[in-house]
C-alpha cells in the first residue's frame, strides 16, 4: 500500500478494488462469481454475474456484485448503473450507496472541469447516504474524507471538512484514524506530524504491515534508506512469515536505488508466496513493477521492459505498469 498521506486522484480505483469492506446477506448461489472475483478473473466473473442479474432480476447481490466486477473491467459508468439498481432493489444498503459513490468518483476524476462540480455533488450525496444509513461504516467514512481532503470547497470539499472526518473515524477507529491523520499531515507538508504518527502506529500495532510500508517509503522518499531498510527489517523480524515484508523490501530497494540484489531476490520469492487477492496485499502485476523498477535502475531496459510487459499482461488496469512502459526511452 502506498503511504496514507499519497492519494492523487489517480489512485481512487485502485483503492476501491482492494477495499476491505465485507458484502452483507451474500446469497449462497453466487458463491462461484464471487469466488472467481476473488481470484481476479473478471471475464470469468462477468460471464456469472451477467447471468446471475437476469436470472434473478430482484437479486440485490447479484447487482451489487455485477457492478463490482464491471468496475474491475473499468466499465465504470455501466458498474454505477447497477450499483445504484442494486440500492434501488434495496435501498437500505449502505454498502450499495457507497459503491455508487466510488464509480461516481472515478467518472468525476475523468470528466472534463465543466462535469466534475455535477458529479462531485453526485459523490458526495451517495457516501452521504451511506453514513446516513450505517454510521459506523468507515469505509464509507474514509471515502468521504478523502472527498473532503481532494475536493476544492467550490465542490464541497476542504481541509477543515477533512479532519473532522478524520477525528469522526478516529473516535471509532483509532488504526485507521491516525493512518487518515497521517496523509492530511503529509498533504499540508507537517512532515514531523506525519513521521510521528506512523512512529507512533508501528509502535502501538506491530504486527501490522501497512503503516511499516506507509513509513518506509516515506523515509525512501526522503533520501534516508538506510532507516527505511531498518523498519522493513523490524518488522521482518517480527513477522518472519509474513510474505508482504519481502515485498516491502524490494519496493524500498525500487525506490531508493539500493540493495537492488536483494531488492530483486525479496520480490521473486514474494512472487511464489503471495497469498490470494485480499485488501491491500501487494498484486503479482504490482509485484512485476517492481521488478521493473529495479531493472530500470540498473539501466537494463530490456529487463525493465519485459516486467512491466508481464504486470500488464496480469493486470491490463494497471495504470503504474503502463505509464512506466511508455516512460521506457
Not at 465542490?155 to 477543515?160: N, R, T, Y
Not at 506507509?214 to 521482518?236: K, M
Amino acid at each position: 500500500m502506498l503511504p496514507p498521506f499519497r492519494y492523487p486522484m489517480i489512485r481512487l480505483l485502485a483503492l476501491v478494488l482492494t477495499c476491505a469492506s465485507a458484502l452483507a446477506a451474500q446469497s449462497t448461489d453466487l458463491a462461484s462469481g464471487v469466488a472467481h472475483f476473488n481470484a481476479r478473473r473478471w471475464s470469468d466473473a462477468h460471464a456469472f454475474f451477467s447471468a446471475a442479474v437476469k436470472a434473478q432480476p430482484r437479486n440485490a447481490d447479484a447487482a451489487l456484485w455485477y457492478g463490482r466486477t464491471l468496475l474491475a473491467e473499468d466499465k465504470i459508468p455501466d458498474a454505477e448503473r447497477w450499483f445504484t439498481k442494486a440500492a434501488d432493489l434495496d435501498p437500505r444498503r449502505a454498502d450499495a450507496h457507497l459503491w455508487m459513490a466510488r464509480a461516481l468518483g472515478i467518472q468525476a476524476q475523468r470528466a472534463s472541469m465543466l462535469k466534475q462540480p455535477f458529479l462531485a455533488r453526485k459523490v458526495k450525496a451517495a457516501v452521504d447516504r451511506a453514513i446516513e444509513i450505517d454510521p459506523e461504516n468507515l469505509d464509507a467514512r474514509e471515502l468521504r474524507w478523502q472527498f473532503y481532503a481532494m475536493a476544492p470547497a467550490v465542490m464541497g470539499g476542504g481541509e477543515d471538512k477533512a479532519r473532522a472526518e478524520a477525528a469522526e473515524i478516529t473516535r471509532r477507529n483509532k488504526y485507521r484514524g491516525q493512518l487518515l491523520s497521517a496523509g492530511a499531515a503529509g498533504r499540508s507538508k507537517d512532515f514531523a506530524t506525519a513521521e510521528r504518527l506512523l512512529k507512533s502506529l508501528i509502535a502501538e500495532y506491530p504486527d501490522s504491515v501497512a503503516p511499516v510500508g506507509a513509513y518506509a517509503v516515506w523515509l525512501a522518499d526522503r533520501t534516508r534508506p538506510a532507516e527505511a531498510f531498518a523498519v522493513v527489517d523490524a518488522f521482518q523480524k517480527r513477522r518472519p512469515s509474513d510474505p508482504v515484508a519481502l515485498f516491502q523490501i524490494g519496493r524500498v530497494a525500487a525506490a531508493t536505488g539500493q540493495q537492488l540484489d536483494r531488492g530483486e531476490e525479496a520480490l521473486r520469492k514474494y512472487l511464489t508466496l503471495a497469498p490470494p487477492p485480499a485488501p491491500n496485499v501487494p498484486t503479482l502485476s504490482t509485484t512485476h513493477v517492481r521488478l521493473g523498477n529495479i531493472a530500470e535502475r540498473r539501466g537494463n531496459t530490456a529487463a525493465a521492459r519485459a516486467a512491466y510487459e508481464q504486470a500488464l499482461a496480469l493486470d491490463p488496469r494497471n495504470g503504474q505498469a503502463r505509464r512506466a512502459l511508455a516512460a521506457l526511452k
